[in-house]
């Protein structure tokens, strides 16, 4: 079946402005989680999803970044208020048991 | 905490030789550990996973592993390199209740693969 999809793939924006990253996972997984790739680094953890219920929120760096997945399937990554320090690639994961399947990410830049 | 470090950012072999990617992690329990690969514009794939057992794991794409407690590692080889294995390459170890709903990465090595 489909992998996880994840859109938009490139997003520019202007510091001060929202973002929202959009995550499709694999249908009937269970678990969903966001991780931010700053360049040359490994992915961070952000946050973690089983169901619609938000388990870990520990990763996030700062109270301008939300995420939801309000029925348990798409989520969505939200920033407020952007700032340069935000630009990285946004990968998000999809779990059914323990191996998390990876989509292709977004990269955000921030000007 | 957990952590992972990963000492070499960029390796170069020549096609058909040998390879091995450090890794070496930090964590108080039992560690679950992963390789995974990245391509340019693809997502990162499962290479690799240990949970107990055999100390030796084996992968996709002829890739194996061998976890040693005594000295926190988790080391990636494969007997001889193809040009199609040049990519990213991170080590994680996995926290949580399962073991794997945190992964907590490496830095990440990058392997270039010379004809």
């Known amino acids: 079946g489909a992998g996880v999809s994840q859109s938009p793939r490139y997003k520019v924006a202007k510091r001060g402005q929202d973002v929202a990253l959009r995550c499709d996972p694999i249908?009937?997984?269970?678990?969903l989680f966001w991780y931010q790739q700053a360049l040359g680094q490994g992915p961070e953890f952000l946050t973690y999803?089983?169901?619609?219920?938000?388990?870990?929120k520990s990763g996030l760096p700062s109270d301008r970044f939300f995420a939801e997945r309000p029925e348990g399937s798409v989520s969505t990554l939200k920033i407020q208020r952007t700032q340069q320090e935000d630009s990285a690639v946004y990968l998000c994961?999809?779990?059914?048991?323990?191996?998390?399947?990876f989509g292709p990410g977004t990269r955000l830049t921030v000007t | 905490a957990q952590s992972v470090t990963q000492p070499d950012i960029h390796i170069t072999v020549s096609e058909g030789a040998s390879l091995e990617l450090r890794c070496n992690y930090s964590?108080?329990?039992?560690?679950?550990l992963f390789w995974y690969v990245q391509s340019p514009g693809q997502g990162l794939q499962l290479l690799l996973k240990?949970?107990?057992?055999?100390?030796l794991v084996q992968g996709i794409k002829g890739f194996e592993a061998e976890f040693k407690r005594s000295q926190s590692s988790f080391n990636l080889r494969k007997p001889s390199v193809h040009w199609s294995d040049a990519a990213e390459y991170f080590c994680?170890?996995?926290?949580?209740?399962?073991?794997?709903?945190?992964?907590?990465f490496g830095t990440g090595t990058r392997l270039t693969v010379i004809p």
């Open positions: 994961a999809s779990s059914f048991d323990w191996e998390q399947y």
């Open positions: 994680a170890v996995g926290a949580g209740q399962t073991g794997a709903n945190n992964l907590f």
């Open positions: 240990y949970f107990s057992g055999d100390t």
């Open positions: 964590y108080g329990a039992t560690p679950y």
């Open positions: 249908s009937g997984h269970v678990s």
């Open positions: 999803f089983q169901n619609e219920a938000q388990l870990d």
